[in-house]
């Protein structure tokens, strides 16, 4: 019995110093840049034993150093409803699990907050752990940070090619170019590719990434600008 409560009182103070310690993070990166990520450093791992070069180009820069044509692009491809929902788009979630119980191809929910929390915080790999994670990251940067803040993170942390991590090294990457000087049609082969960043190329773009810049573009002409200020 004794060894019982001694067991419990240690997994309860293990669960006291994690939720201070993420809050602490969450609430740091609030301010600061974050330098690396789970999966910056999983990718350089995986890199190296497979015999390749390890790749890890990730150069933060501030929301005011990126074209708004890409800020605009990521959310009409990724998460068109990111201004207005709380980090989840239940909508999205409850079609994704309808699809789900009829066997269909279930089509990603995750928001950009979402897929902020997982790239920032957790491992790449699905499993049901790792969504309670990233439901409670999730829940800590949609408190502590606001929009802005969130797709700013976003938008440094995101995997965009081969060991390329964010919007200004994607665009030097892709386009020999700031992210502050990318084109509309530039921004829009870059969030075409964020599905699979490790399949696609943003330039040259293959005759599906094309189609989907189209269709982004279209988008973003819907949408119109985003406007943070005023939530």
Do not use: C
Request: charged share 20%.
């Amino acid at each position: 019995m004794r060894a019982i409560r001694y067991v419990l009182k240690l997994i309860m103070k293990a669960f006291l110093w994690f939720l201070l310690l993420s809050i602490a993070l969450v609430i740091l990166y609030r301010f600061v840049p974050v330098p690396l990520t789970p999966l910056m450093v999983i990718r350089a791992v995986e890199q190296k034993t497979e015999g390749k070069k390890a790749v890890l180009k990730h150069d933060w820069i501030s929301m005011e150093n990126m074209s708004p044509h890409l800020q605009l692009a990521v959310v009409s491809s990724e998460d068109q409803l990111f201004l207005s929902h709380r980090g989840f788009d239940v909508q999205a979630i409850e079609k994704a699990m309808e699809n789900n119980k009829k066997g269909k191809r279930i089509k990603g929910a995750s928001t950009i907050s979402q897929q902020t929390a997982k790239n920032v915080f957790l491992w790449p790999n699905r499993s049901w752990i790792r969504k309670g994670f990233e439901v409670y990251f999730t829940f800590l940067i949609e408190t502590f940070w606001d929009k802005e803040r969130i797709l700013e993170v976003y938008l440094n942390s995101v995997e965009m090619g081969p060991g390329i991590y964010g919007a200004e090294a994607a665009s030097q990457y892709w386009f020999h170019k700031s992210a502050k000087n990318l084109s509309q049609d530039q921004s829009a082969a870059l969030a075409a590719i964020l599905p699979n960043p490790l399949r696609y190329k943003a330039h040259p773009p293959s005759n599906y990434i094309q189609q989907r810049k189209k269709w982004i573009l279209r988008q973003m002409n819907n949408l119109g600008t985003l406007r943070f200020k005023e939530l």
